[in-house]
């Protein structure tokens, strides 16, 4: 049996681990391949700077843990600059574990940088996202909010929340997203449109083409998309996260497909020959 031949039939559990070691080699120690910034990452990140500290930024957490390799990324970097530049983030989950995988996004950076909850930061727990609840926050925050945050503590007993009255007194309104319908679409029509609350939002690389029409229309302030959009705004502010080494193995993986690709087509090719010879 030829060479070409064993690799037609070689067992394709070969392929899979060669495949966990090719990713593996970026993630452990990152390659640093050139990623092209997009206007819509940057326009995302000068909606964040712009922001003045003490300013208050208010998270909808719109995704599940289904899309967390996309998500977690965005709402790391986002998070760890805010409280950077000192300022305020106030969390809500909007699908049912959206406060859940925010949560454990966000605690772990919070006590690294010394983030008090309840000055800081809070998270607010889910809320299942309504237009009566969007109309709801803009006449009465707290009440929208059953007056109390993720622990059941009452929002008038933390410093960030205290004289939060109504949705309109958020400096920025940030929806990560990846569900459909889009919360960050419903936010836009009861709230940003109607009150002019500043919208940026972060979605996954499969629901993009459905978010990028209200970027372009100039109706989200910024926009990241999927993977490649958090990657692209750790670059911009200079923040080493995880977006980075995971947009080296997904290049990896890429030309590891490509060249099995071409060595697939070269065995078929030279085999056919070998057998057409003989």
């Not at 910034?37 to 964040?48: D, M, N, R, V």
């Not at 949560?103 to 930061?121: D, F, K, L, S, T």
């Not at 059953?146 to 622990?151: I, K, N, P, S, W």
């Not at 993009?208 to 029409?213: A, G, I, Y």
């Amino acid at each position: 049996m030829s060479v070409w031949e064993k690799l037609q039939n070689l067992d394709p559990r070969w392929f899979y681990y060669i495949l966990l070691i090719v990713i593996s080699i970026p993630i452990v120690k990152p390659w640093g391949l050139p990623i092209k910034i997009g206007s819509q990452s940057e326009a995302f990140h000068e909606a964040i700077e712009a922001l003045n500290p003490n300013e208050v930024i208010f998270v909808v957490a719109g995704y599940r843990t289904d899309s967390i390799v996309e998500m977690d990324p965005q709402l790391a970097v986002l998070f760890r600059r805010a409280l950077e530049i000192d300022v305020k983030v106030v969390v809500w989950g909007a699908v049912d574990e959206g406060a859940m995988v925010a949560q454990r996004v966000i605690e772990p950076i919070a006590e690294e940088m010394g983030a008090v909850y309840g000055v800081h930061w809070i998270n607010l727990g889910y809320k299942p996202i309504s237009d009566a609840l969007l109309q709801k926050m803009i006449d009465d925050f707290p009440q929208a909010m059953a007056y109390t945050e993720m622990g059941g503590g009452r929002l008038d007993s933390y410093e960030i929340t205290r004289d939060i009255r109504t949705v309109t007194q958020f400096d920025l309104i940030v929806c990560l997203t990846n569900v459909t319908p889009s919360p960050a679409q419903s936010i836009l029509k009861m709230i940003t449109i109607p009150k002019s609350v500043p919208l940026a939002v972060g979605t996954t690389a499969m629901c993009l083409p459905e978010e990028m029409p209200y970027y372009s229309s100039g109706h989200y302030i910024g926009l990241l998309g999927g993977l490649r959009g958090a990657a692209e705004y750790e670059l911009l502010t200079g923040i080493a996260g995880s977006a980075i080494a995971a947009m080296d193995a997904q290049s990896a993986a890429h030309f590891l497909v490509i060249i099995l690709i071409i060595l697939g087509n070269l065995g078929y090719f030279f085999s056919k020959k070998e057998a057409k010879s003989r």
